[in-house]
């Protein structure tokens, strides 16, 4: 279907094809329960709420990649995925999510036909990046409980990073459909004989493609990674409660530690697994539901609102596993409350720098009125204009 063609559409069919994003949840625009003169109070409140995202999702990833990089000691093989991952949702945040919100703001789509392949293609990347990222980490703690004589210690850090990079290949690779198949549409409304432009990652000829469209992703981008880690944390459950009833009451305290160190890492990643199934199931549930429902809109105020949350918990994804992290790792937790003592530190400094400078020029304004003063009194004043 080429840019230049209009597909004509009733209303609610309009609403629901808005602004349809990466093949993922895609927002409804102006509902039909949604008056004109209601509708800039919901759109101002969605934005305040993705912005606040976007912010804690920036601070969090951001001194967390910080940690990871300054300090040596945290330079682990969990950690330098963990570092990925952040990596990704930073690109999410920074990239999608303003985009995403912009949409409940404007009818029309604000970013171009260059915009309109690389949106998609950004985020879908990102939660590639995400998902196939914490398999590996499955992976990992899988070899490190269960098979820990198959780990190799020389030259890990380089494997690992390299392993990562594969991971964002492999994850860009995938998105190259969607950045091939996204183009911009005019889309016709049939009632109010109006037109807007969206982004569409797919023709909207016929309901094959968005069912197509929609299984394809929820296979490939949660059931099959999530059904992958399952089996790895199976086995892990198992050789861990092995390991609990083989240890004598008076073993040995290394291999002690030893097991529960394995065990919190353990739960760290099974929390960041958890908490990705919990906040993309809504996103990928009301998309097969609107996919496999084409002809029938749901044009409800309950499914509108199920939309907008499902949306917004999806992109919260992105900004929650820093604050996870703090909570489970005391290491990190000292690490984060570093930064965040030397941030506050080098904000009173730059207070107090201001406020000597401005103390400083108050002073030397003072001096200079006095030495004026005096100048004019003993006469000076006079001399320096006879002088000019």
């Known amino acids: ?35 004109d003169e209601l509708w800039p109070y919901p759109a101002v409140i969605i934005t305040s709420v993705y912005g606040l995202i976007i912010l804690i999702g920036l601070i969090g990833n951001i001194t967390l990649i910080k940690i990871f990089c300054t300090v040596k000691s945290m330079r682990n093989v969990p950690n330098l995925f963990i570092s990925s991952l952040a990596l990704g949702d930073l690109l999410l945040l920074v990239t999608c999510a ?13 970013f171009g036909r260059l915009g309109c ?32 004589m198959d780990i190799q ?5 380089a494997k690992i990073c390299i392993r990562a990079v594969m ?35 797919y023709p909207h000829s016929g309901d094959l493609h968005p069912k197509i469209h929609s299984m394809v992703s929820f296979l490939v981008f949660y059931v099959i990674p999530l059904f992958i880690i399952s089996i790895y944390y199976y086995y892990i459950a198992k050789n861990l409660i092995r390991s609990a009833y083989n240890i004598p009451v008076e073993g040995n305290i290394h291999v002690r530690r030893q097991i529960e160190s394995r065990k919190r890492l353990a739960k760290t990643v099974l929390v960041f697994v958890g908490l990705f199934a919990f906040c993309w199931l809504p996103n990928h ?16 105020l309950l499914h509108y609102i199920s ?41 009173l400094m730059r207070t107090q720098s201001t406020g000597r400078s401005t103390t400083r020029i108050t002073s030397l304004k003072s001096t200079n009125h006095s030495v004026v003063s005096f100048s004019l009194i003993n006469g000076n004043h006079i001399c ?3 002088c000019v």
């Open 1 to 35: 279907m080429s840019l230049e063609e209009t597909i004509i559409f009733k209303p609610e069919v309009a609403n629901l094809i808005f602004s349809n994003l990466s093949g993922h949840e895609n927002s409804l625009n102006h509902s039909s329960w949604m008056t």
């Open 307 to 347: 939309s907008i949350c499902a949306r917004i918990l999806a992109f919260s994804n992105s900004c929650v596993n820093p604050f996870a992290l703090y909570l489970l790792s005391k290491s990190f937790q000292k690490h984060f409350n570093n930064q965040l003592c030397c941030c506050r530190a080098r904000l």
């Open 153 to 157: 210690t020389s030259h890990a850090t």
């Open 384 to 386: 320096h204009e006879g």
């Open 285 to 300: 549930v009301i998309y097969l539901y609107r996919s496999y429902h084409y002809s029938e809109v749901d044009t409800s």
């Open 167 to 201: 991971i964002w290949i492999f994850s860009m690779t995938l998105a190259v459909p969607e950045a091939i198949f996204s183009d911009l549409h005019t889309f016709h409304v049939m009632d109010t004989n109006k037109s807007f432009v969206s982004c569409a990652p």
């Open 98 to 110: 303003p985009v995403d919100a912009s949409r409940y703001l404007a009818d029309d789509w604000l």
């Open 117 to 148: 392949k690389l949106i998609p293609f950004i985020q879908l990347t990102s939660v590639g990046v995400s998902v196939f990222t914490l398999t590996a980490l499955s992976a990992d703690r899988y070899k490190a409980i269960v098979r820990p």
